[in-house]
């Protein structure tokens, strides 16, 4: 595997499921991030973890948690969300959080029923 | 506020039709200027990055100019394969390593 993969690719959940999605870099960065791309609308940044603290909550309903256990990988686990929160979900990682240039997963494709 | 905008929201070009996208941006203390390309379906891929006023980079077909208070994407004599969505993303000092980005500039290139 290179670069940063993201599973599951796609993901349908009802509004009671709880569900994780998954995200692996192999760019050996220590910085990573998840980003909400809903149709028409810029990416919305979520969180940031720079040497697996977490450095930036962007205002995320709590129905959003993320899980950092090593500069590798991020989770994000789902609870009770809504069908608002349908959307393409992007990991990305850079070197570090300074400024770099951040690079993208494939997303994961979620349709909260 | 922070702010990137890009436009025109879509753009359709025969092939070999060369244009112009553009990035404004009213971000303090502009860190760095980035654009993407994002196929349907798929994750932002890199492509520029620009520091400051007067910097060029090329790509193949693609060449990225910045100004203080805007970037060009500028496509020459573009294909079918450069079919996508063009993200603009600025960088601030204020918001440490928070990319700004715009809603993106949907290119299509017809044979």
């Known amino acids: 595997e290179t670069g940063v993969t993201q599973t599951p690719r796609h993901l349908v959940m009802g509004m009671t499921n709880k569900k994780s999605l998954k995200c692996e870099q192999h760019?050996?960065?220590?910085?990573m991030y998840w980003y909400k791309q809903s149709a028409k609308k810029p990416l919305e940044l979520m969180f940031v973890?720079?040497?697996?603290?977490?450095?930036e909550n962007n205002s995320v309903p709590s129905r959003f948690s993320p899980e950092c256990p090593n500069s590798s990988h991020l989770f994000l686990h789902l609870h009770t969300l809504q069908p608002e929160d349908s959307a393409l979900y992007l990991c990305?990682?850079?070197?570090?959080?300074?400024?770099?240039?951040?690079?993208f997963g494939p997303g994961t494709r979620l349709l909260v029923l | 506020e922070d702010q990137v905008t890009q436009s025109p929201e879509a753009l359709r070009l025969q092939e070999g039709e060369s244009s112009s996208l553009n990035c404004s941006y009213t971000?303090?203390?502009?860190?760095?200027l980035f654009w993407y390309r994002q196929d349907p379906g798929k994750g932002p891929e890199f492509l520029f990055t620009l520091y400051s006023a007067g910097e060029e980079k090329e790509k193949e077909r693609l060449k990225a100019t910045l100004t203080k208070k805007e970037s060009f994407l500028h496509i020459t004599a573009p294909k079918p394969e450069d079919s996508a969505t063009y993200l603009c993303a600025g960088l601030s000092y204020n918001q440490g390593g928070k990319l700004i980005f715009g809603q993106g500039t949907e290119l299509s290139v017809k044979p």
């Open positions: 990305a990682s850079s070197q570090q959080t300074g400024g770099e240039t951040q690079y």
């Open positions: 971000v303090s203390g502009l860190r760095g």
């Open positions: 760019l050996g960065h220590n910085a």
């Open positions: 973890y720079n040497f697996k603290e977490q450095t």
